[in-house]
């Protein structure tokens, strides 16, 4: 069964430490994933996906099939970095998305 | 981006009463649409998968007669949630990709809609 795990509910980090929201995922086949990200009272918009390989608003993430994970990165976080992220796997040549359950990101001043 | 607009943002109804929410694509074909159920501080819960002109695919535990999917045109879906109860009070999220020349299409989503069954 396809699942995706982030075990961090909330991450709380200073503004420019570095941040890193954690994804696993467990899939027998070749997943699509991405990041999605909430910001306060907005809707869920896209922020990058794998196949890309890009980097929006600093943010990064690399698809590591040994370990499963797809950890977002980002090396200095700013205040309006703020939001709830969430990682989601989509099968390949599908269209369905399973979100893992989202963690928190708070930076502080 | 393409935008995907939810209707109503909130809504509060009596117990036994039926609610409907609509989802549209304003400014592109929306091949397949998606609706989901968010419960406060958990993720976003898949309910049914929706093509355009075909019944809806449900997932597992959702119950196709409570929850009546309709997505009649390429830029219109509706979620019907019947006789109400106060435990389907949520958060219902709905999401569309888009028709295009890309192998990969991107999910738009809604703004949500917040049901409060009294």
């Known amino acids: 069964a396809q699942r995706v795990t982030q075990p961090e509910k909330l991450l709380s980090v200073f503004k420019g430490a570095p941040v890193e929201l954690k994804c696993n995922y467990s899939?027998?086949?070749?997943?699509?994933l991405f990041w999605y990200v909430q910001y306060s009272r907005q809707r869920l918009q896209l922020l990058l996906r794998h196949i890309s390989r890009e980097s929006i608003k600093g943010f990064t993430a690399d698809l590591n099939k040994g370990e499963t994970s797809f950890h977002l990165k980002k090396p200095f976080a700013q205040e309006e970095d703020s939001a709830m992220y969430y990682c989601?796997?989509?099968?390949?040549?599908?269209?369905?998305?399973?979100f893992g359950t989202g963690t928190r990101l708070l930076v502080s001043p | 981006g393409a935008v995907v607009s939810q209707h109503p943002s909130r809504v509060i109804c009596k117990s036994g009463t039926s609610v409907k929410i609509e989802c549209r694509s304003l400014d592109f074909q929306a091949t397949t649409m998606f609706w989901y159920r968010q419960f406060p501080k958990q993720s976003l819960m898949l309910m049914a998968t929706?093509?355009?002109?075909?019944?809806?695919?449900?997932e597992q535990g959702v119950e196709k007669d409570k929850f009546l999917i309709n997505h009649a045109s390429l830029t219109l879906s509706t979620l019907t949630v019947t006789s109400a109860h106060p435990e389907d009070s949520s958060f219902y999220i709905c999401?569309?990709?888009?028709?295009?020349?890309?192998?990969?299409?991107?999910?738009?989503f809604g703004q949500g809609t917040r049901l409060t069954v009294v």
């Open positions: 929706s093509n355009e002109g075909s019944k809806a695919t449900y």
């Open positions: 899939y027998s086949g070749s997943p699509e």
């Open positions: 989601a796997l989509r099968n390949t040549g599908f269209q369905k998305l399973v």
């Open positions: 999401s569309a990709t888009s028709r295009g020349p890309r192998e990969h299409t991107e999910a738009f």
